[in-house]
């Protein structure tokens, strides 16, 4: 049995990838870098014809669709790019694994739910009133999750959703297209202010908890037909506070934060969600507090991106 990872050169593909293989799996990487290695496969998930020799040379029983596109902003200045690669990516691995008799894991995310005001969010809530993802990058994913849902309905194709809520942590290269938390604390490291938004909350996931809800997915969730489940910490605190730890953790003065109001568009106050429906079907629970992910993010970003500063 092998076990396919798109995009698995990123941040949480890369570890993935590294803990299947540590639990005996044999896992085949595609991404679209130029490396010759054992079990890569460089191919463009946009085109069909670069995907299918996979499923053809390896026997691949388990997908996990982790490239695409990634964030608000990003989205926003390219849209046309974040619809083809996110949408048609989606689409092109729905067909194979129903062809070649997989079962697919797609990488969505929490901005599918938009901001639908102050209700908790559980994954039946797109099913119970109007969803509108407040970018284009969320519209992308909530897109392809309709699609896998059709696929599943019509066609029997084996499908879970993932729904990550703020992952972060090592290998996060920071960047003004990636997490506030890897851009948080890069810039504090080199003592330049960050910009805080006052009043919005998050539930922030150290990567590996998200890795290891991924891989309980794949050994423990029902097959019943199309599944969205939210993966995530039940840990909301404010961004200020946040930043405030980064600060403390780092030993850097909190005179580096600077609230503003956040924008009126494009951003979600509040994500309070609920990960009760992956404990119940597959045992998922955040394990590592908060304060001990920013340190080992503190302290990888030190070591490999500050130079041991």
């Not at 600060?247 to 850097?252: I, N, Q, S, T, Y």
Request: a neutral charge; hydrophobic letters at 35%; charged letters at 25%.
């Amino acid at each position: 049995m092998a076990v396919l990872v798109t995009g698995g050169l990123g941040v949480i593909g890369t570890r993935l990838t590294n803990r299947l293989r540590e639990k005996g799996y044999h896992v085949i990487v595609s991404d679209k870098a130029i490396l010759k290695q054992k079990d890569y496969v460089r191919g463009d998930i946009t085109r069909y014809e670069e995907l299918a020799p996979i499923f053809k040379n390896f026997q691949i029983e388990h997908v996990f669709h982790f490239a695409g596109e990634v964030g608000r902003e990003n989205g926003e200045q390219f849209p046309r790019r974040c619809v083809e690669i996110n949408e048609s990516g989606a689409m092109n691995l729905a067909q194979l694994c129903l062809e070649n008799g997989a079962r697919l894991y797609f990488s969505s995310s929490s901005e599918i739910y938009g901001n639908p005001g102050n209700v908790r969010l559980t994954e039946d809530l797109v099913d119970r009133q109007a969803i509108r993802p407040t970018n284009v990058y969320g519209w992308s994913k909530l897109h392809a999750e309709n699609y896998l849902r059709h696929m599943a309905e019509n066609y029997d194709l084996r499908v879970v959703s993932f729904r990550f809520f703020m992952c972060y942590g090592i290998g996060e290269y920071p960047n003004p297209f990636r997490s506030a938390m890897a851009n948080f604390v890069h810039n504090i490291l080199n003592d330049r202010p960050i910009t805080v938004h006052q009043g919005t909350k998050r539930g922030w996931c150290y990567v590996d908890d998200i890795v290891e809800g991924c891989c309980l997915a794949m050994e423990r969730a029902p097959e019943d037909g199309y599944q969205a489940y939210n993966l995530g910490r039940d840990d909301v605190r404010n961004t200020e506070e946040v930043a405030t730890i980064i600060c403390e953790l780092a030993g850097k003065p909190t005179s580096l934060l600077q609230l503003v109001e956040p924008p009126k568009q494009l951003l979600t106050p509040i994500k309070n969600a609920s990960f009760d429906k992956a404990y119940r079907a597959f045992g998922f629970e955040s394990k590592i507090p908060l304060e001990e992910g920013i340190r080992r993010t503190i302290a990888w970003q030190r070591e490999l991106i500050l130079g041991s500063r």
